[in-house]
């Protein structure tokens, strides 16, 4: 609008020049105010922002535009220390920032300010690399923002590697939370399906839980940081932890089915199952251990967590497992001799369909804030799929005959 008054003004009659040089002195006027950087009230609020951020002894040093036309101006004075201060005027910040582009590192000048000047970054050193220092220093500047409001409408937005790390901290740390906690239930509804009764799917759960606040108890003591290798393990422990508990389980109810006690499927139980199970939790838990070797840290975490993983859920299950049998006998085993199914149970019914409603509720939740992407697509079209196809394949002849075969062999 500048340029086309200013064109207008060159080619206008004499009585209408003046009105087209008035407008493209406003027009001028209007775009220097838009250079929100170039006025002195928007500098001093950067420059006591600064200031506040410096008093948190969080924060050892900042640089900004402000420090520039400070620094810049004092020398055009005089040098003197009470000189170093923001100009009264926009003309004396121009002049500042054109001296400052007449230096030898002229271009420095963009680190910090855009070509048009209406954003300007504030390079903030911390004290120290710690995200929890960071996040003190986020709330900080907000709190000076609700306090202090500035001259003019602003927006602020933070950049970094520090802040990127809180970033990806808050959505790793409660993304994966939400997983275990969802992975966790739906294990607790196979299970409670499976043995067809939530006490036994409870007890199965309980080398999992174990297992769960153990190690990570240990992680916390120890300041093992929460990183990307420890987030992406946690599912694994889910299925690790838990394979060893159904084998026991399901082997302890046939035994039992077939002695009549515990106490003399305890000898059983502790024969070859357990020797298997001893087995299998050396064999996995050992056969991590080179990674130790490696000379990459995240490799070292997986192999040492991965072996705590499995020898800790091999020994509860192991020692936790036939104690709790051993207790809730009666309780335990009168279920499960004369199992029911789900319509005709109703605390079971309830139980599982409230679980499934809180894994709904979490997905949903999950689906809200991350959005659907293709691979959700996919997984939403494809497990009820392959749900539908398991289905039908296990109603084969060939799946029938089998189980004919079997429950002769039981019979005989």
């Not at 008054?5 to 008035?22: H, I, M, N, R, S």
């Not at 933070?158 to 959505?171: C, D, P, R, S």
Request: hydrophobic share 50%.
């Amino acid at each position: 609008l500048s340029q086309y008054a200013a064109g207008q003004q060159a080619t206008a009659p004499q009585d209408v020049a003046d009105l087209w040089y008035e407008l493209a002195d406003f027009f001028e006027l209007q775009r220097e105010q838009l250079k929100l950087f170039k006025q002195p009230e928007a500098l001093r609020y950067i420059a006591d922002l600064e200031d506040y951020l410096e008093t948190t002894g969080l924060v050892g040093k900042s640089n900004s535009i402000a420090d520039i036309v400070k620094k810049v101006y004092q020398e055009l004075i005089d040098g003197k220390p009470e000189n170093y201060r923001i100009p009264d005027s926009s003309g004396a910040v121009a002049q500042s920032l054109l001296q400052f582009q007449s230096s030898h590192t002229p271009d420095d000048l963009w680190h910090f300010v855009t070509n048009d000047l209406d954003k300007a970054n504030i390079w903030l050193q911390l004290k120290s690399g710690d995200n929890k220092d960071m996040e003190k220093v986020v709330v900080a500047v907000e709190d000076y923002f609700k306090t202090t409001p500035p001259p003019m409408p602003m927006e602020h937005n933070w950049a970094g590697l520090t802040y990127i790390n809180i970033v990806w901290q808050q959505k790793m740390v409660w993304g994966m939370l939400q997983s275990l906690l969802g992975s966790f239930i739906i294990v607790f509804i196979m299970m409670a399906i499976m043995f067809r009764s939530v006490l036994w799917g409870l007890v199965c759960m309980v080398p999992l839980s174990i297992t769960i606040l153990v190690i990570y108890g240990v992680i916390g003591l120890i300041g093992k940081d929460y990183d990307m290798p420890v987030a992406v393990l946690s599912a694994l422990t889910l299925g690790m932890a838990v394979d060893f508990a159904i084998h026991f389980l399901e082997r302890a109810r046939g035994s039992y089915a077939e002695k009549g006690s515990w106490k003399a499927s305890a000898a059983e139980m502790f024969g070859e199952p357990a020797r298997a199970i001893a087995r299998n939790v050396l064999v996995i838990a050992i056969g991590f251990l080179p990674l130790l070797a490696a000379p990459l840290v995240p490799y070292k975490t997986v192999g040492i967590f991965l072996c705590a993983i499995m020898a800790l859920s091999g020994v509860v299950t192991l020692i936790i497992l036939p104690a709790i049998l051993t207790v809730a006998e009666k309780r335990l085993f009168a279920v499960a001799a004369a199992p029911q199914s789900a319509k005709c149970n109703c605390a079971f019914c309830f139980v599982v369909s409230l679980a499934s409603v809180v894994v709904v509720l979490l997905n949903a939740y999950q689906f809200g804030v991350m959005g659907f992407n293709n691979f959700m697509w996919i997984s939403i079209i494809a497990v009820p799929a392959l749900a539908v196809l398991c289905g039908v394949l296990s109603r084969r002849q060939a799946c029938r005959s089998f189980e004919a075969r079997q429950t002769k062999a039981a019979t005989a």
